[in-house]
């Protein structure tokens, strides 16, 4: 009946405890963009997945970690494994570090996803090509909680130019930014080590905005977006 709940758009069904927390989470207003990003809360987000299309790999893990106020925040840092049916290949493997056991082990789905949702509020999102990471995490709550996160992802693939123009350099991917920061990832291919190095390169584009005369929030995303329609 799984296909009649979500006709009447009721979403997959949950115990009563879930559902409590997703209606929870549906209830929670919107984040005001006209706000001082120096005075907001972002959640950095990296995900691990089983591949690379976001049609069919399966969502693996996801790391987060809070930027409030301008500043890492260590307490507000999230982590978990999905519980997969089956692990995914060695060579996969290979890359995350996320071992068999480990998957076959984790967090089910539904609280696996809830927990993330429960961390993250409707914050703004922050990513590092974010558009894998929005359809990873996006197509894992539509199957698992019928649920579509609506509010903004925040791509620093495009922000870093934006208002670092003069850093800006031949290369685009996420180690070259880093690199000319001077950031360090102790261990890369790992949702939270990734995360904590991609929330190190937001603290510091944001000081850049700030350099630049960008102040709120909604500055940001437009910095963002009229980087993105440059390079369309």
Request: proline letters at 3%.
């Amino acid at each position: 009946m799984r296909w009649l709940a979500r006709l009447l758009g009721r979403g997959p069904a949950l115990d009563p405890a879930q559902d409590r927390e997703r209606a929870a989470w549906r209830a929670l207003g919107a984040p005001d963009l006209s706000r001082e990003f120096a005075q907001s809360r972002f959640v950095v987000v990296d995900v691990e997945s089983s591949g690379l299309n976001p049609f069919r790999d399966r969502l693996i893990s996801i790391g987060a970690i809070a930027v409030d106020g301008g500043r890492i925040d260590l307490a507000q840092s999230f982590e978990v494994v999905l519980r997969q049916e089956t692990a995914s290949d060695h060579a996969n493997i290979l890359i995350h570090g996320i071992t068999g056991t480990e998957q076959r082990g984790g967090v089910e789905p539904a609280e696996a996803l809830l927990r993330f949702l429960a961390f993250a509020g409707k914050d703004p999102l922050v990513a590092y090509h974010a558009g894998f990471d929005k359809a990873m995490i996006g197509r894992a709550l539509r199957d698992v909680l019928g649920l579509r996160l609506r509010q903004g992802w925040l791509d620093l693939t495009y922000l870093a130019p934006a208002v670092c123009p003069e850093r800006a350099g031949r290369g685009r991917s996420l180690d070259d930014w880093l690199g000319r920061f001077g950031i360090t990832v102790y261990q890369r291919h790992n949702a939270v080590a990734d995360t904590f190095a991609t929330a190190q390169l937001f603290v510091a584009l944001q000081a850049s905005a700030a350099r630049h005369q960008l102040r709120t929030c909604r500055d940001l995303f437009n910095a963002e977006k009229a980087e993105f329609w440059q390079h369309r």
